[in-house]
């Protein structure tokens, strides 16, 4: 459908002027990154195309209007001897700049909308995630795989000891001692990961406990509020293995700065081999006691500042 | 103030008052009150500005160097309330006080009554809303959207509400007060479609005014009959909705981003022929696309919404409907260049900062253009890419043609002229710093770092210690300004002649400079070919 023509004006329009930008696909974000990130999903280019050929096509009119402008500033000073003419009006150029900027944007429309159509498609997902915003963590339940109910797998993800040490006030600590590898994760990193496989279409329902968050890992190419009370749905099929962060991208109060994502992606094999010790684990509770469990029942305990004033009225 | 009554009085009506307290509290003079409103919003363009410059110095580097993130998160929310409601809106009513009636042969503001009140609310507004900081429980800190069920978790929402309250009603008196001017107290022979543009933006923006600032009015009372009489609006647990909060919210919150903007374009629109000498090309074809902008402002809202899961169809229906305002706000843009090709320009401050207006609000449209792609913008979305974004329109469109407007408009208040060379100095070091300070936001936006965070990655940290120069450089550049206005003000030796600016037309420059306590108590005999748009046909 549409979206075979988006891929095909794309490759034509991303080797404009922006060729020199962002080529490489990153996990996580970069010092000095410029633009953005390809995204690591089937649907992820296409929000990075448009940022392409959007930017592109503002370049090339800002050069023209600006470029007029400063031939006009140049040549029309009266310090040069330049005398005002009279007119005011030129019913040729005017109808002129207002059909061109139509047809850009007609054009621009298109491609969008045939973006727009291709993401909300969550028909023929192979796998269902539902996500779960609390102040200020992530609960991840696994609903469904290869068109099989999941029991009890499910836990909360929140931000790693390493950076909510170093993040408090006064702390000494120094962010950019925090890494993983010789990534830096400062902020980007959580105790526990979502781990997905890779090639599977993911339906990720969206839903909060408390107040409104927003689940977003750049390399979807999307975000997607998270509000109680309504459950969103939107879909990612990551094409390569690997580790990909985001963070929470709805104000949710004091540590809204500190709910990062994880997502891992990891090989079918190796998911299956992952879900299955989960699924263990969850079948026998006597076994340590599940911590997944634990942590979310105490999860809606929340409050902006502290627990107070109107827990009655928030659930 | 040096522009009290100036000319031979033969009725003591014509005089300012003596006491300081009957003339500047009890005033009815659209002068005066314009001068309050402008002095008004200087000084919250400073507080306001100092949350900036706490909030830019938090994000200086990474990690917390200087408050608690509940604090940053206050400031965050301050900084935008006291920029909008106490910096941007007041700054344009001070203006449009003063220049309508001047710019229509009008003795004074239709109700001058209601004037004073309109502005003496909002100190005592702005009073309640900062106090707020000095409360147990802290100001308002869930962002100055007011989004619930966040916002229902301060303890001060009472008093915000409250506090935007007052103001809203500030504005719709404001509004009401705008509108009966300029329809009623024209002076003959000054025809709507010659009015200067300043005066139909300013117009149409009323208009706007009246249609939503009671919108915020029913949804902020909302939130506070949720929090604390019961009611369920935006709560799930019993039956309600937080989206509608947002929808009702933005349904105010789009046409407001023209409230902004609107009289910014109205004021360039006059700026620009002045210095270019020329008329404005197109006179008509910028009044209407003022007109439909503002049409279209009602159509546009939920394009702050495209990350909350709308509809497919509603999600294609804001994103066209928003790239149309593409049409028009290009017009204009266009318009400015042709009323500059073939003119004879002069580079004065006001004309320096409408030109920075010009390119620099540009680029604000521009990042605009591309937040209007839904799919690109699930990935801007509440980034700082959308920060970057909004400051552009905001700080280098409404603020620059704000600057621009009192430096045109300065000799005409004071009857003096202001120092050309400190003015200048004002200019360059405003548009280098200004961009400093935002144009990397639009990098650490697409690399994906947040807004409203205290604290983030170390990828973020190069482009954000750049901002944070920009900005603290930004904000010292302010105090020129004002050390500008005091000397012109008080201390300047130089007369300002009553055209002031060589190529100056239209009723305002017809007055003595300074203007007289009272103008246009006859109305004035109007020349079209004194006007700046009296003879133009098209």
């Given at each position: 459908?549409?979206?075979?023509?988006?891929?095909?004006?794309f490759?034509?329009?991303?080797?404009?002027a922006l060729?020199?930008?962002?080529?490489?696909?990153?996990?996580?974000?970069?010092?000095w990154?410029?633009n953005?990130?390809?995204?690591?999903?089937?649907?992820?280019?296409?929000?990075?195309?448009?940022?392409?050929i959007?930017?592109?096509?503002?370049?090339?009119?800002g050069i023209?209007?600006?470029?007029a402008?400063?031939?006009?500033?140049?040549?029309?000073?009266?310090?040069?001897?330049a005398v005002?003419?009279?007119?005011s009006h030129?019913?040729m150029?005017?109808?002129?700049?207002?059909?061109?900027?139509?047809i850009?944007?007609?054009?621009?429309?298109y491609?969008?909308?045939?973006?727009?159509?291709?993401?909300?498609?969550?028909?023929?997902s192979?796998?269902?995630?539902?996500?779960?915003?609390?102040?200020w963590?992530?609960?991840y339940?696994?609903?469904?795989y290869?068109?099989k109910?999941?029991?009890?797998?499910g836990?909360?993800?929140?931000?790693?000891t390493?950076?909510?040490?170093?993040?408090?006030?006064g702390?000494?600590?120094?962010?950019?001692?925090?890494?993983v590898?010789d990534?830096?994760?400062?902020?980007?990193?959580?105790d526990k990961?979502?781990v997905?496989p890779?090639?599977?279409?993911?339906?990720?329902?969206?839903?909060?406990?408390?107040?409104?968050?927003?689940?977003?890992?750049?390399?979807?190419g999307?975000?997607?509020?998270?509000?109680?009370?309504?459950?969103?749905?939107?879909?990612?099929?990551?094409?390569?293995p690997?580790?990909y962060r985001?963070?929470?991208?709805?104000?949710?109060?004091?540590?809204?700065?500190f709910?990062?994502?994880v997502?891992?992606?990891?090989s079918?094999?190796?998911?299956?081999?992952?879900l299955?010790?989960?699924?263990?684990q969850?079948?026998?509770?006597?076994?340590?006691?599940?911590?997944?469990a634990a942590?979310?029942?105490?999860?809606?305990?929340?409050?902006?500042?502290?627990?107070a004033?109107d827990?009655?009225?928030?659930? | 103030?040096?522009?009290?009554?100036?000319?031979?009085?033969?009725d003591?009506?014509?005089?300012?008052?003596?006491?300081?307290f009957?003339?500047?509290?009890?005033?009815?003079n659209?002068k005066d009150?314009?001068?309050?409103?402008?002095?008004?919003?200087?000084?919250?363009?400073?507080i306001?500005?100092s949350?900036?410059?706490?909030?830019?110095?938090e994000?200086?580097?990474?990690?917390?160097q200087?408050?608690q993130p509940?604090?940053?998160?206050?400031?965050?929310?301050m900084?935008?309330?006291v920029?909008?409601?106490?910096?941007?809106?007041p700054?344009?009513?001070?203006?449009g006080n003063w220049?309508?009636?001047?710019?229509?042969?009008?003795?004074?503001?239709?109700l001058?009554?209601?004037?004073?009140?309109?502005?003496?609310?909002l100190?005592?507004a702005?009073?309640l809303?900062?106090?707020?900081?000095?409360m147990?429980?802290?100001?308002?800190?869930?962002?100055?959207t007011?989004?619930?069920?966040?916002?229902?978790?301060?303890?001060?929402?009472?008093?915000?509400?409250?506090?935007?309250h007052?103001?809203?009603i500030?504005?719709?008196m404001?509004?009401?007060?705008?509108?009966?001017?300029i329809?009623?107290m024209?002076?003959?022979?000054?025809?709507?479609?010659?009015m200067?543009?300043?005066?139909?933006s300013?117009?149409?923006?009323?208009f706007?005014?009246?249609?939503v600032?009671?919108?915020l009015?029913?949804?902020?009372?909302?939130?506070?009959?949720?929090?604390?009489?019961?009611?369920?609006?935006?709560?799930p647990?019993?039956g309600?909705?937080p989206?509608?909060?947002?929808?009702?919210?933005?349904?105010?919150?789009?046409?407001?981003?023209?409230i902004?903007?609107?009289?910014?374009?109205?004021?360039i629109?006059?700026?620009v022929?002045?210095?270019?000498r020329?008329?404005?090309?197109?006179?008509k074809?910028?009044?209407?696309?003022?007109?439909?902008?503002?049409f279209l402002?009602?159509?546009?809202?939920?394009?702050?919404?495209?990350?909350?899961?709308?509809?497919?169809?509603a999600?294609?229906?804001?994103?066209?409907?928003?790239?149309?305002?593409?049409?028009p706000?290009?017009?204009k843009?266009?318009?400015?260049?042709?009323?500059m090709w073939g003119?004879?320009?002069t580079?004065?401050?006001?004309?320096?900062?409408?030109?920075?207006?010009?390119?620099?609000?540009?680029?604000?449209?521009?990042?605009?253009?591309?937040?209007?792609?839904v799919?690109?913008?699930f990935?801007?979305?509440d980034t700082?890419?959308?920060v970057?974004?909004?400051?552009y329109v905001?700080?280098?469109?409404?603020?620059?043609a704000i600057?621009?407007?009192t430096?045109?408009?300065?000799?005409?208040?004071?009857?003096?002229?202001?120092?050309?060379?400190?003015?200048?100095?004002?200019f360059?070091?405003?548009?280098?710093?200004?961009?400093?300070l935002?144009?990397?936001?639009?990098?650490l936006?697409?690399?994906g770092m947040?807004?409203?965070?205290?604290?983030?990655?170390?990828a973020f940290?190069?482009?954000n210690?750049?901002?944070?120069?920009g900005?603290?450089?930004f904000?010292?550049?302010?105090?020129?300004?004002?050390?500008?206005?005091?000397?012109?003000?008080?201390?300047s030796?130089?007369?300002?002649?009553?055209r002031?600016?060589e190529?100056a037309?239209?009723?305002?420059?017809?007055?003595?400079?300074?203007?007289p306590?009272?103008?246009?108590?006859?109305?004035?005999?109007?020349?079209?070919?004194?006007?700046?748009?009296?003879?133009?046909n098209?």
């Open positions: 459908m549409t979206s075979g023509g988006i891929r095909r004006s490759t034509a329009a991303a080797t404009l060729a020199s930008f962002g080529s490489v696909v990153h996990a996580a974000p970069g010092p990154q410029l953005m990130e390809r995204g690591a999903s089937t649907w992820s280019q296409v929000p990075y195309h448009l940022n392409n959007s930017l592109a096509v503002c370049t090339v009119i023209l209007v600006f470029g402008m400063f031939i006009a500033m140049f040549r029309f000073r009266k310090s040069r001897g005002a003419e009279k007119w030129n019913t150029v005017e109808v002129i700049w207002t059909t061109i900027p139509v850009i944007l007609v054009v621009l429309a491609l969008a909308t045939g973006g727009l159509t291709s993401w909300a498609d969550t028909t023929g192979q796998m269902t995630v539902k996500v779960t915003g609390y102040q963590k992530w609960r339940d696994y609903v469904e290869q068109g109910p999941i029991d009890k797998v836990f909360m993800s929140k931000l790693d390493q950076s909510d040490q170093t993040r408090q006030l702390s000494g600590m120094d962010p950019f001692a925090v890494k590898g990534e830096s994760t400062y902020l980007l990193n959580v990961p979502l997905v890779v090639d599977t279409k993911i339906r990720f329902v969206i839903t909060s406990g408390d107040v409104i968050h927003s689940w977003w890992v750049p390399a979807t999307w975000k997607l509020d998270a509000i109680p009370g309504i459950i969103n749905a939107a879909w990612a099929n990551f094409q390569t690997g580790t985001g963070q929470c991208a709805e104000l949710c109060g004091q540590d809204h700065g709910m990062p994502i997502v891992v992606v990891k079918k094999a190796d998911f299956a081999t992952w299955a010790g989960q699924q263990a969850s079948a026998a509770p006597a076994a340590a006691p599940a911590p997944a942590s979310s029942t105490a999860a809606p305990q929340t409050s902006q500042v502290a627990p004033a827990a009655a009225k928030q659930g | 103030m040096s522009y009290a009554a100036t000319h031979d009085q033969h003591d009506h014509h005089g300012a008052p003596k006491g300081f009957q003339r500047w509290c009890m005033s009815t659209h009150i314009g001068t309050l409103y402008l002095v008004f919003a200087l000084t919250m363009f400073f306001g500005g949350f900036a410059m706490l909030i830019r110095a994000l200086f580097k990474p990690g917390l200087l408050m509940y604090f940053f998160n206050q400031l965050t929310t900084h935008a309330l920029m909008i409601f106490g910096a941007i809106m700054a344009f009513v001070g203006l220049m309508i009636p001047l710019m229509v042969g009008a003795p004074d503001m239709a001058p009554r209601m004037n004073n009140l309109s502005f003496w609310i100190p005592f702005f009073t809303l900062l106090s707020t900081l000095f147990a429980g802290g100001g308002p800190a869930g962002g100055w007011m989004y619930p069920p966040l916002s229902l978790q301060s303890d001060s929402l009472a008093y915000v509400v409250f506090a935007v007052l103001m809203g500030s504005s719709i404001g509004a009401i007060n705008i509108i009966a001017t329809l009623n024209r002076a003959p022979g000054m025809e709507l479609l010659k200067p543009v300043f005066v139909w300013w117009l149409i923006t009323a706007l005014l009246i249609a600032m009671p919108v009015a029913g949804a902020v009372t909302m939130l506070l009959t949720d929090k604390y009489f019961g009611t369920n609006f935006f709560n647990g019993g309600g909705d989206v509608l909060y947002q929808h009702i919210f933005w349904f105010f919150g789009h046409p407001e981003v023209y902004m903007i609107l009289p910014a374009f109205g004021i629109s006059e700026i022929p002045t210095f270019a020329k008329p404005i090309f197109g006179y074809a910028m009044v209407f696309a003022i007109a439909s902008i503002a402002s009602f159509i546009v809202w939920a394009h702050h919404m495209f990350a909350v899961g709308l509809p497919l169809g999600e294609i229906f804001f994103m066209y409907a928003t790239m149309l305002i593409a049409v706000t290009g017009v843009v266009f318009n400015w260049v042709a009323t003119s004879s320009m580079f004065e401050t006001p004309m320096l900062f409408a030109v920075g207006f010009i390119i620099l609000f540009t680029i604000g449209g521009f990042s605009g253009l591309m937040l209007a792609l799919p690109a913008d990935q801007y979305h700082y890419f959308v970057a974004h909004f400051h905001l700080v280098t469109g409404a603020l620059f600057i621009a407007a430096y045109y408009w300065l000799p005409k208040w004071t009857g003096n002229m202001y120092s050309e060379f400190w003015a200048k100095m004002h360059w070091n405003s548009v280098i710093w200004v961009n400093v935002f144009f990397p936001q639009h990098f936006g697409l690399a947040p807004r409203r965070i205290p604290d983030y990655n170390v940290a190069n482009f210690m750049i901002s944070s120069i900005g603290f450089l904000g010292a550049t302010q105090l020129i300004f004002i050390g500008v206005l005091i000397h012109c003000a008080f201390f030796k130089k007369k300002a002649t009553d002031v600016w190529g037309k239209g009723l305002e420059w017809t007055v003595p400079s300074p203007a306590h009272h103008t246009f108590d006859v109305p004035p005999v109007i020349h079209d070919d004194e006007l700046a748009h009296g003879h133009v098209d």
